[in-house]
């Protein structure tokens, strides 16, 4: 029996929870990059981020390919660059609106 559409959705939104992992998917964006750039960028050992890029490269959100003696990866497709997007939009709107629910709070003092 096939599990669930939201099991499945809930599992992907799992294995997206870890920040190596979503900086990696948002440094790709920008295209096609070497492992040893990603590793100038991020501050971890090379064998956690071969870790981090496997999960992704499972998940079909990253692709590999070999070019001489590095491996470059990128974005599987432009949906996952639109999930990284909507995702900005969705965490720009919530920070926006505890912001303003913020200034409300200090501008209505201790008597609020």
Do not use: C, W
Request: aromatic content about 4%; glycine content about 8%.
């Amino acid at each position: 029996m096939p599990k669930p559409l939201y099991q499945a959705k809930a599992e992907f939104f799992r294995m997206l929870g870890h920040p190596v992992r979503i900086r990696v998917l948002e440094l790709l964006q920008a295209g096609p990059t070497p492992v040893r750039e990603l590793l100038a960028d991020l501050d971890i050992e090379p064998s956690s981020l071969s870790q981090q890029l496997a999960v992704l490269r499972r998940a079909g959100l990253v692709t590999a390919t070999r070019e001489g003696s590095s491996v470059v990866y990128e974005l599987a497709g432009a949906d996952v660059a639109e999930l990284l997007r909507t995702a900005r939009r969705i965490l720009t709107e919530l920070l926006t609106d505890q912001n303003i629910l913020l200034a409300e709070l200090r501008a209505g003092g201790a008597s609020g």
